[in-house]
């Protein structure tokens, strides 16, 4: 997964409180991946790391890649 990707992935995020909801919720970086890949993104779990479950998930990526 390219940088656009997942910028892509992490806009949907943003706009979409269910997809936030399933984030927190995950137990593992596997369970990240396989949520990005039902909602059409794919990549490893090394990108999922920037995806962990604490809050603040995607806007702490946000700050450091934007």
Do not use: R
């Not at 269910?18 to 593992?28: D, F, M, P, V, Y």
């Not at 990005?36 to 702490?60: I, M, N, P, Q, R």
Request: hydrophobic content about 40%; charged content about 25%; aromatic content about 10%.
């Amino acid at each position: 997964m390219s940088l656009e990707q997942l910028k892509a992935f992490l806009a949907k995020v943003k706009g979409d409180s269910s997809l936030q909801e399933k984030l927190k919720a995950a137990k593992s970086q596997d369970d990240v991946v396989s949520i990005a890949k039902d909602h059409g993104h794919e990549f490893t779990s090394s990108f999922a790391v920037v995806l962990d479950s604490c809050d603040g998930y995607w806007l702490s990526f946000q700050k450091n890649f934007s």
